[in-house]
């Protein structure tokens, strides 16, 4: 008499059988779990606009392909004469597709505390730039624009730290560079970062 606590050959198919069915399922399930988190990674920066200090606004969509320069700006910063040193890098490489775009923020050491017409007397009047300006924007920390958002994602130890942080977006979309407010945009570093970026497919 055979015992009942002892599978018979069929029943240990079967006993297989299922594992093999479960496991495959797991593993399908693992699948679906990866196949839910595509968000942040596969989003590029063109994904994202933003509202124009003179009104409208800054589509990143409208330069899909063109390699980008975001910078978090300031009047009052130590930094702020490199509104001139950005305006070169704009007048030099405009031509070839290059874009900057300037977002004031008053994050740092409240030193963007004024309105659009105070932004714009100093950016634009004093400096003369005629590269793209935002309106005044949150940069850092979770109330922080969706751009720096993702941009913090991205590259988590790269976010900015102080005004004139620059991002430098390649014609893919994603982060090809960061280069925080020390290194002035007449740096080689920086110039030869924008060559890299217009020169790649």
Not at 157 to 180: C, E, M, Q, S, T
């Amino acid at each position: 008499m055979i015992p009942t606590n002892i599978c018979s050959g069929d029943e240990t198919k079967m006993d297989r059988r299922t594992l093999i069915v479960a496991a495959l399922a797991a593993a399908a399930g693992s699948g679906a779990l990866h196949a839910q988190q595509p968000a942040m990674s596969r989003i590029t920066a063109y994904a994202f606009s933003f509202p124009a200090l003179s009104g409208g606004d800054i589509r990143l969509a409208d330069y899909a392909g063109h390699p980008l320069m975001i910078v978090n700006t300031a009047s009052l910063c130590g930094f702020t004469p490199q509104y001139a040193g950005l305006q070169q890098l704009w007048t030099e490489f405009r031509d070839r597709g290059f874009v900057i775009i300037g977002v004031p923020s008053n994050d740092f050491g409240a030193q963007e505390p004024g309105g659009p017409t105070e932004i714009a007397e100093t950016a634009q009047h004093q400096y003369g730039v005629t590269f793209p300006i935002a309106a005044k924007a949150v940069v850092k920390g979770a109330n922080a624009h969706p751009f720096y958002r993702w941009a913090a994602e991205a590259r988590p130890k790269d976010v900015p730290r102080w005004n004139f942080h620059k991002y430098l977006i390649g014609r893919d979309g994603y982060i090809a560079d960061v280069f925080p407010e020390s290194v002035a945009p007449d740096d080689t570093r920086i110039r030869t970062g924008i060559a890299r970026a217009l020169a790649a497919a």
